[in-house]
C-alpha cells in the first residue's frame, strides 16, 4: 500500500505558475510509475503528465505540452509538476497516482494507475 499526498495548489492568476508536489509514503518509491490528472465537477478525470519508474522517460497531455513539466526526486519520494502559462480553464482538482507494474513504461490513463491521492484543488483565476 502506498500513501501519496499532494501540496502545492491554491489560487493563481491566469498566465501564472504553481508546482505541484506528491509526497509518497514508501520505501520502495522507485518501484513506482508516477503520474498526475485533473478533475473538474461532473467530468472525467483526465491525465495530465506521467514520469517512469526511473524517470527516464515522461509524457503529457498535449494541452499541457511546453507548459507544464513531471519530474521526481527519488531521494524526497517526490513528484513534481510544475505549471506555467496557467489558463482560467485549468481550474481542477489535481491528483498524483502511482503503479506498481515494475516497469520502463509511462502510463496514461485512469485505469493504469493502483493508487490516488485525495487531490490539491487549483484555481486560475481569469
Known amino acids: 500500500q502506498v500513501m501519496l499526498v499532494e501540496s502545492g495548489g491554491g489560487v493563481v492568476q491566469a498566465g501564472g505558475s504553481l508546482r505541484l508536489s506528491c509526497s509518497a509514503s514508501?520505501?520502495?518509491?522507485?518501484?513506482?510509475?508516477m503520474g498526475w490528472f485533473r478533475q473538474a465537477p461532473g467530468k472525467e478525470r483526465e491525465f495530465v503528465a506521467a514520469?517512469?519508474?526511473?524517470?527516464?522517460?515522461?509524457d503529457d497531455a498535449g494541452s499541457v505540452e511546453g507548459r507544464f513539466t513531471i519530474s521526481r526526486d527519488d531521494a524526497k519520494n517526490t513528484v513534481y509538476l510544475q505549471m506555467s502559462s496557467l489558463k482560467h480553464e485549468e481550474t481542477d482538482v489535481y491528483y498524483c497516482?502511482?503503479?506498481?507494474?515494475?516497469?520502463?513504461?509511462?502510463?496514461?490513463?485512469?485505469?493504469?494507475?493502483?493508487?490516488w491521492g485525495q487531490g490539491t484543488q487549483v484555481t486560475v483565476s481569469s
Open positions: 514520469i517512469s519508474r526511473i524517470g527516464g522517460s515522461t
Open positions: 497516482a502511482a503503479d506498481r507494474r515494475y516497469t520502463d513504461s509511462v502510463y496514461t490513463r485512469r485505469t493504469d494507475y493502483d493508487y
Open positions: 514508501t520505501y520502495t518509491f522507485t518501484n513506482y510509475a
